[in-house]
């Protein structure tokens, strides 16, 4: 199995893509960009997408064909971007026919998309080739993490995709970026214990003890559309808006790593990187397997 798994890996590059497809990056990264300055919050949605397809049952670009998957109560509302990935398919399309994988375009999205917002930078290995059938909302409840998760919790459901609790702190960070619904976070800021009184007095404004359950708010108030390591030192100080946030600092196992991404942003951008890409090549469709989808949203 580990023989199987090696090789597996080995069949991803950088530059899977060099010579089929050499405008590749250049056409992502501009679709990407202007997709972000255009809406700001298309950031998170690359990175939350690209998350999605690497743990719901890791069918590659499931997210972008699955309605069950979409409209499961972990994701109800909350998936986004897809149209941003349909645009950046069709131009690649128009250079390249049927030679990149959804897989691999939502990939390079999600890097391009944390490059924007100033965060680290990352070589996506690619050659990843797309699913033929779609994940289950079952599914999506069982591999995706909920808002009221405690640590080991988060540990498990990490470790069964091969990540460690360094790689589930690392990537919790994405948080940086991004919203969340009241319907959320109502429950963090209404009943727990350790949240700053002051930050949930200005919370509970956006989101009151009844209704509003679909109404946004930013994940970071300070720097909502900047990817750096405040989320971290939000945490310090009883100010992390989830419960399954602030579960990472507060007496537990990962204490030190909170600690110390929130004094050292290059520690953070460069332990996320590294998780990135492990989380990137959790067991890929490759070779022969799966297809290159010629339209994002559906299989061929």
Known sequence: MLLLACSVHGQLSSDF???????????????????????????????????????????????????????????????????????????VEAACPATVSCADILALAARHSVSVLRGPRWQVPLGRRDARTAASPAEAIANLPPADMEVPGLIGIFASKGLDAKDMVA??????????????????????????PNFAAIRKNNCPPFGDDNKWTPLDLQTPTRFDNKYYRNLLGGRGILHSDQALYGGGQVDGLVKSYSANNSAFFADFALAMTKMGNISPLTGANGEIRLNCRKAN
């Open 17 to 91: 893509y060099q010579s089929t497809c050499p405008r590749l990056q250049r056409i992502v990264r501009s679709a990407t960009q202007q997709a972000i300055d255009k809406d700001p919050i298309m950031g998170a949605a690359m990175l939350r997408l690209f998350f999605h397809d690497c743990f719901v049952n890791v069918r590659e670009a499931t997210a972008t064909i699955s309605s069950s998957e979409k409209g499961s109560p972990a994701n109800f509302n909350s998936l986004r971007g897809f149209e941003v990935i349909d645009d950046i398919k069709a131009q």
């Open 171 to 196: 990537l919790s960070g994405a948080h940086t970026i991004g919203q969340t619904r009241c319907g959320v976070y109502r429950a963090r800021i209404y009943n727990d214990k350790n949240v700053d």
